[in-house]
């Protein structure tokens, strides 16, 4: 199985904040990468597939980059509503995995 | 809208068999791939199983962790997917999610609409 490897685990920020999260792959998995955003006791919310590519609704403060094994989301200035955990996930390969989850917390 | 409603989610013990239940509106349920997902108490996701469409034949993947005990099947006609269950076991205490797996790279597929997961408790 592809092991999905986020960083960090999670992280204190303040709104306006430029916010980072790493996720890296135990193998190559192409452009096969989506992010998905939760917050608490609700249903996680697809925020881009294909490395980079934005779903439908999802404002432009996020970004996704990277390839092959090593891939980042960036939120380019925090809101209250993006107080929330991330998670990165593959679908190069079954079974389809995700990272661990960042949690981006208030400062 | 497009909308994924799950049901069926209940306490029970372990060894015995329970049966989950999406009901899917606002999009053409038929065409699309379906995936069950999992979120065991204050933990991440943990992908579950997919069914393919029809013109994939209605083929099905799983995760290794419950291969063999887990079924997922949909009618199409009652635009429905399903999670039949069986020998359960603690460590399948989730909320479930079903989830379309709308979104297309290439030949590959992934989530893109999540319903609002229902809860299955198994302890004795």
């Known amino acids: 199985d592809i092991q999905m490897t986020q960083s960090p685990s999670s992280l204190s920020a303040s709104v306006g904040d430029r916010v980072t999260i790493t996720c890296r792959a135990s193998?190559?998995?192409?452009?096969?990468l989506a992010w998905f955003q939760q917050k608490p006791g609700k249903a996680p919310k697809s925020l881009i597939y294909a490395v980079s590519s934005l779903q439908s609704g999802v404002p432009s403060k996020f970004s996704g980059s990277g390839s092959g094994t090593d891939f980042t989301l960036t939120i380019s200035s925090l809101e209250p509503e993006d107080f929330a955990t991330y998670y990165c996930?593959?679908?190069?390969?079954?079974?389809?995995?995700f990272g661990g989850g960042t949690k981006v917390e208030i400062k | 809208e497009v909308q994924l409603v799950e049901s069926g989610g209940d306490l029970v013990q372990p060894g015995t068999s329970l049966r989950l239940s999406c009901v899917a509106s606002?999009?053409?349920?038929?065409?699309?791939?379906m995936d069950w997902v999992r979120q065991a108490p204050g933990k991440g996701l943990e992908w579950v199983g997919r069914t393919r469409n029809k013109a994939r034949r209605y083929t099905t993947e799983y995760a290794a962790s419950v291969q063999g005990r887990f079924t997922i099947s949909r009618d199409d006609s009652k635009n429905s997917l399903s999670l039949q269950m069986n020998s359960l076991k603690t460590e399948d205490s989730a909320v479930y999610y079903c989830a379309r797996a709308g979104t297309v790279t290439g030949n590959h597929y992934n989530m893109d609409v999540w319903g609002q997961g229902t809860t299955v408790t198994v302890s004795s």
């Open positions: 996930q593959q679908y190069n390969t079954y079974p389809l995995t």
């Open positions: 193998q190559g998995i192409s452009n096969y």
């Open positions: 606002g999009f053409t349920f038929s065409d699309h791939f």
